[in-house]
């Protein structure tokens, strides 16, 4: 008696925490939103190639200025477009990698096989978010030439790169673990590979 009361006193409740509906859902808007940002990193970064790169064409040839490092602007937008793109090319599943062997092992073998790999990434990019961390403290007495910019926006890159990467890993082997029940990663197609 007393717990059908109580069933049917949280029946009409809002979602709580405690019951999985609503942080889900959040962190599914949340992640959606990483990876907006993510993706308009890489279309600016890639605009900004394209245009610097032209601009120092158009410079070199033709009003012979010298004074700006078109270059150097260009390096520093490959190198973000380089570490942001690596992200969200994992979360997109469109990274390469070497599938020759998938049509020869069985499906449950190629799940664990795909589970190892995302971890074999996951700890290589650990480490060397680790290991570039004191290049932030580096980099920031090594003046970009012609800049006022120094080397910690490039390493800046690396570790904003590295940080997505990992935290899209973790939502992948989240939602493999947990049998795809929070949908926190990309869909899997036949086509994907992890």
């Known amino acids: 008696m007393m717990e059908s009361k109580l069933a049917q006193g949280h029946a009409g409740a809002a979602p709580s925490l405690e019951g999985g509906a609503f ?7 949340l992640i959606g939103c990483v990876t907006i940002l993510v993706r308009a990193g890489v279309v600016l970064a ?3 190639v394209l245009i610097l790169t032209v601009l120092q064409v158009l410079d070199r040839h033709f009003f012979r200025s010298g004074g700006l490092a078109f270059d150097q602007y260009a390096r520093v937008g490959l190198v973000w477009l380089t570490f942001l793109g690596i992200a ?3 979360r997109d599943r469109a990274n390469i990698r070497i599938d020759l062997l998938d049509r020869f092992v069985p499906a449950g073998l190629l799940t664990i096989l795909r589970l190892v790999l995302d971890l074999v990434v996951l700890a290589v990019a650990l480490l060397l978010l680790w290991a570039g ?21 490039m390493y800046g890159a690396l570790l904003a790169g590295l940080v997505l990467l990992c935290l899209f890993l973790v939502l992948r082997l989240a939602d493999a673990l947990t049998g795809g029940r929070f949908r926190l990663d990309t869909k899997v197609t036949h086509h994907d590979h992890p």
Request: net charge negative.
């Open 23 to 29: 942080v889900p859902g959040l962190a599914r808007r």
């Open 46 to 48: 890639l605009a900004a």
């Open 88 to 90: 969200i090319g994992f």
């Open 133 to 153: 961390w004191p290049l932030l403290e580096i980099g920031a007495f090594q003046a970009l030439m012609d800049t006022p910019l120094t080397y910690e926006v």
